[in-house]
């Protein structure tokens, strides 16, 4: 039985996966790189590359080891080239290099973003495509028409910052911490998606299939410290104000996912919806998107949130290439790409 070591490292997490051709996960590490950023209140890249140059064999010795695997047992490599941190790729590309070349292993490339959606795939247990496919993360808010596992067209993305980004940058707006998704949604919980009017960027264009949340912020920014001022102490701000805030923000957002969403399917004539990436993540945008799926008839496929998040288990896509004998050679270079990263300011 085919056996695939999987390697992630496109940002701030190293990760690690071996999976055999049933798709079945024999073992997977992911090594967390938050403590090391969040006093910046986003991803350092000259830090999360550093980390990853210390965490990689290790990661990949252990995931091996769970498995009960050695290096002799495996017949490919898969490693995510791209989009990314530059730095942060090539930690990864030169250790998936240096196994198939010690080893006498073919080596496969991975698009990250196309893995998000095969995480769909994973998750189903059975065949997803074609679908529409949505992607949305810290670094990135991108459409795609995917009519199997390898052939993705784009449709649409984000025309500045990504939805993850509006999150994360909101979060320090209004002192609530990095990583600042899930610390926005815990806040919203106790305020009132109705107190703050905000924009919904291009939500009323029916002829783009295109996000904007750069002006989201700067509405949140004057809402909160008011135009041409300073920001003020996160921490002086009235808790409620805060849940409020967190709330009309998370609405806002949902909103402008969900209506460019239903837009594609339109658009497309599709009738089933992948959606991947940490914002996929956060439970109200999900209990969202399954209404609309109820009431729109079309077929929705969101992973659970463990293959939500960065982790080497959805590059078990490397399978669709390995199948199809789509190998790479040595001289595979990275490409940093769409890479939007909520990078510390």
Excluded: W
Aim: with cysteine; charged share 20%.
């Amino acid at each position: 039985m085919p056996l695939i070591l999987t390697i992630e490292s496109t940002c701030d997490e190293t990760a690690a996966a071996v999976i055999n051709d049933r798709l079945e996960v024999l073992s997977a590490v992911v090594a967390s790189q938050e403590k090391f950023h969040e006093q910046f209140g986003g991803v350092v890249p000259e830090i999360a590359s550093r980390a990853h140059v210390e965490r990689i064999l290790p990661v990949i010795d252990t995931t091996l080891k769970k498995a009960n695997v050695k290096l002799g047992d495996l017949d490919a490599i898969a490693v995510a080239n791209r989009p990314g941190l530059a730095g942060s790729l090539l930690v990864g590309l030169m250790g998936a290099k240096t196994l198939a070349l010690a080893c006498d292993l073919p080596l496969i490339a991975i698009d990250h973003l196309q893995a998000h959606i095969y995480a769909c795939r994973l998750a189903a247990g059975k065949d997803v495509f074609p679908c529409i496919g949505l992607i949305v993360s810290g670094g990135h808010s991108n459409i795609y028409r995917c009519q199997s596992p390898l052939d993705f067209t784009p449709l649409g993305g984000t025309i500045d910052d990504a939805a993850g980004e509006a999150f994360d940058k909101v979060a320090s707006m209004l002192g609530l911490g990095f990583p600042g998704g899930p610390a926005l949604q815990r806040a919203a919980e106790k305020g009132d998606p109705k107190k703050f009017r905000l924009p919904r960027p291009l939500l009323d264009d029916d002829a783009r299939l295109e996000f904007s949340f750069s002006g989201l912020k700067t509405a949140v920014r004057y809402q909160l410290f008011g135009a041409g001022k300073p920001e003020m102490d996160a921490a002086a701000l009235d808790p409620q104000l805060v849940a409020d805030m967190a709330a009309s923000v998370q609405a806002a957002i949902i909103d402008c996912l969900a209506g460019k969403s239903l837009l594609a399917l339109k658009q497309s004539g599709f009738k089933r919806l992948c959606i991947g990436g940490g914002v996929a993540a956060n439970r109200p945008y999900r209990e969202r998107m399954e209404q609309l799926a109820a009431q729109h008839n079309f077929e929705l496929h969101i992973p659970p949130l463990s293959l939500c998040t960065d982790n080497a288990v959805m590059g078990a896509i490397a399978f669709e290439k390995f199948n199809a004998g789509q190998f790479a050679d040595l001289e595979l270079e990275i490409s940093a790409g769409l890479e939007r990263p909520h990078l510390a300011r």
